[in-house]
């Protein structure tokens, strides 16, 4: 029977339609939308998908684009989990529009930086809150967006990215860097593997407003190999008022293989606010012994510490320099001593240069130690730098815990030092 031309094309369309299926080149997953250099998601296997190639996105035929942006469309779980950054990608920011994700595996749903990557990540507007006191929920996404599965509100391995550590990655020397910007992980329960910031030797960088808040898990709030703020304000509390926090609210892990500086830096106009609510784990832990901190503050710090029996500077620390450039606002406030060497800090350089304004308060002294300050230790102090010193204690001055444990002090073109 002859065909019409009209039912002919009808026949072929319906042969593409329903019996040959996809047609080759089409993109396989639906939830993934593009518009330029902008990819939606609305799963947790896409969002990995596009992270990490684990299901073949890219090739050599779809290059992805040099600044990427993935936009999550909606809550989602990341999958369960590990796997490593797709070497294609240079430049990603995933951006979560405000929704809250959920972690497949608390001790997986991660993706791994390996230590020669040099990609640029961010993640952005990030809203993981909860007020819950267990970690598991149930009625969330599933990772493939397809209906919904128990999963976890914290992870011990940060916010999606980590990497791949082990002994033989000792290094902080990465030329890779995860940037947070805007985030906000409100979560002030004791929740088990409740550890945001996770990155090993992978440097880390604030941008924007960042909040992050932990009580107790019987982890720190991050094993990190620097902090570093760039602009806005980010704000940083770990514990609960307790002591269950593992050695320290921080814990340098790469810095101690290595016994490499670990640095914290605040740019000018930017805010670092970090208070530890521990009963007994200082600020920040080290296991080795030839540690040293480095803090540049052009900005405005906080170090705040609300227990007597913590310092900022735990065991291991060889020497703790702090430079407070021109405009820069330092204030520590402390329950405890602020450096002791009871907890392993043996030196202490304060470098205050002229406009920089610094208030060191305690509540029993700023420095303790069972002698004098050794080492090299000194406060050095520039014309127009201005500093106010208190210390509680009852037998105590302005800086030490006894007059006979001072500390040097070397004023630069006759400046001043005024202790309260």
């Known amino acids: 029977m002859k065909l019409s031309t009209s039912r002919l094309v009808i026949l072929l369309l319906s042969c593409l339609i329903f019996g040959f299926g996809i047609m080759k080149g089409q ?23 596009l992270l990490t190639n684990n299901k073949n996105y890219w090739s050599s035929q779809n290059v992805p684009p040099t600044d990427l942006t993935i936009k999550v469309a909606n809550t989602i779980t990341l999958p ?34 390996p230590r020669t990557s040099s990609a640029q990540l961010t993640v952005a507007n990030v809203n ?37 550590f082990g002994l033989s990655g000792g290094t902080t020397s990465c030329a890779a860097q995860v940037t947070y910007d805007n985030v906000v992980y409100n979560m002030p ?25 932990t009580a107790v898990s019987g982890q720190q709030v991050g094993e990190i190999a620097n902090l570093k703020v760039s602009s ?14 593992a050695g320290g609210m921080f814990y340098p892990y790469y810095n101690n293989l290595n016994q490499a500086d670990f640095p914290i830096d605040v740019a000018k106009g930017a805010t670092l606010t970090l208070t530890n609510k521990d009963a007994r784990a200082p600020m920040f832990a080290f296991i080795g012994i030839a540690n040293s901190v480095t803090i540049n503050n052009q900005g405005t ?5 609300t227990s007597a029996q913590t310092t900022l500077f735990g065991s291991g620390t060889k020497g703790v320099t702090l430079n407070a450039s021109a405009q820069a606002n330092t204030n520590i406030n402390t329950a405890g001593a602020a450096f002791s060497n009871d907890m392993g800090t043996t030196k202490f350089i ?35 730098a201005k500093i106010a010193a208190y210390s509680g204690g009852t037998q105590t ?15 630069n073109g006759g400046a001043w030092l005024k202790a309260f």
């Open 27 to 49: 993109t396989a997953e639906a939830s993934i939308t593009t518009s330029g250099s902008t990819y939606t998601v609305t799963s947790g296997d896409d969002l990995f998908n």
């Open 80 to 113: 369960g989990y590990d796997a490593s950054l797709y070497s294609g990608l240079t430049n990603v920011k995933v951006d979560f529009q405000q929704y809250q994700f959920y972690a497949g595996n608390y001790v997986a749903s991660r993706v791994l930086i």
């Open 128 to 164: 993981n809150t909860s007020n819950a006191t267990t970690n598991q929920v149930t009625g969330v996404p599933n990772s493939a967006g397809t209906g919904t599965a128990t999963a976890y509100l914290s992870t011990y391995y940060g916010m999606l990215f980590s990497s791949d």
């Open 189 to 213: 329960n004791n929740l088990t593997y409740n550890q945001p910031l996770c990155t090993y030797f992978v440097p880390i960088n604030f941008t924007g407003k960042n909040k992050i808040i």
């Open 232 to 245: 806005g304000t980010t704000e940083i509390i770990g514990g609960d008022g307790s002591s269950g926090l």
């Open 301 to 305: 710090l906080n170090l705040n510490a």
């Open 350 to 384: 304060g470098n205050f240069a002229d406009q920089s304004r610094t208030v060191l308060s305690s509540a029993t002294s700023v420095f303790k130690n069972s002698s004098a300050w050794k080492n090299n230790s000194s406060l050095n102090v520039t014309t127009g």
């Open 397 to 411: 001055g302005g800086l030490t815990d006894s007059s006979s444990h001072y500390i040097p002090v070397t004023f």
